[in-house]
């Protein structure tokens, strides 16, 4: 049964808790970024119950969102640049001036790549870190150094970005500024792609996946080699 949305909205704080039931002490399932659009399905007078881009279904406080122009799934046919790096540093103007720090990830809907700069309403930031652009794949090599940009991040259970990232948030995020769509979940990632007879036959980048004795695929990590590995298991790290 298709899903019905009520209107669209697009992440307006540098990370927004997507979580499992409409109360800030429920369990954080997933993020959004900012710059990301989700459908709304249903509403409070403070929480919105969304569907992101990516199929999570949950519930976001209303207030780190405004409305979107275009839904999520016109969303992903519009080339906007993204930050690429861990995160990105901006110095606002006007009478909120201040810094914006955004994640690796984040969509900038207006940037200007001419001179590093976007607008929100009356205010204007002005990069003064970081990289944004187009996200687009250059190389197998160029993908594992966006991975490397995010060693040390503490794990954190539903979390998309530098502060806290999962295991298949932090292989969602790598490939997705790399130009490449994963789904959310570990599982579903299990799903995309070929898969490899043996370690033998493995490349640098491909993806690791690890089963719990029943079989349900709960754990995912990039192959540097046949024998090291670099995933978010307490932290993003490199194991071998």
Known sequence: ???????????????VPV???????????????????????????????IVSADGYRGWI????VCPSRVSFMDAVYIECPVVKTAFAAFVSTGTDSGLLYLPMGSRIVGFQKENNRFDVGKIQYQLIQGDVD????????????TARQLLHAPYLWGGRN????????????VYGVNGVSLPRDAWQQACCGKEV????????GDLAFFSRPEGRISHVGFLLS???????????????
């Open 226 to 240: 046949p024998r090291q590995i670099i995933h978010a298991s307490g932290c993003v790290r490199i194991d071998g």
């Open 162 to 173: 530098f502060m806290g990232i999962d295991c298949s948030g932090f292989v969602q995020l």
């Open 197 to 204: 007879a043996s370690l033998s036959e493995v490349l640098p």
């Open 134 to 145: 187009v996200p687009g794949w250059s190389s197998v090599d160029q993908c594992l150094c």
């Open 61 to 64: 406080d209303r207030k780190m």
């Open 19 to 49: 979580r499992a039931k409409e109360r800030e002490q429920a369990e954080m399932v997933s993020q959004l970024l900012w710059g990301e659009v989700a459908g709304v399905i249903s509403e409070t007078a403070r929480w919105f119950e």
């Open 1 to 15: 049964m298709a899903i019905e949305y009520q209107s669209f909205v697009v992440a307006q704080a540098p990370v």
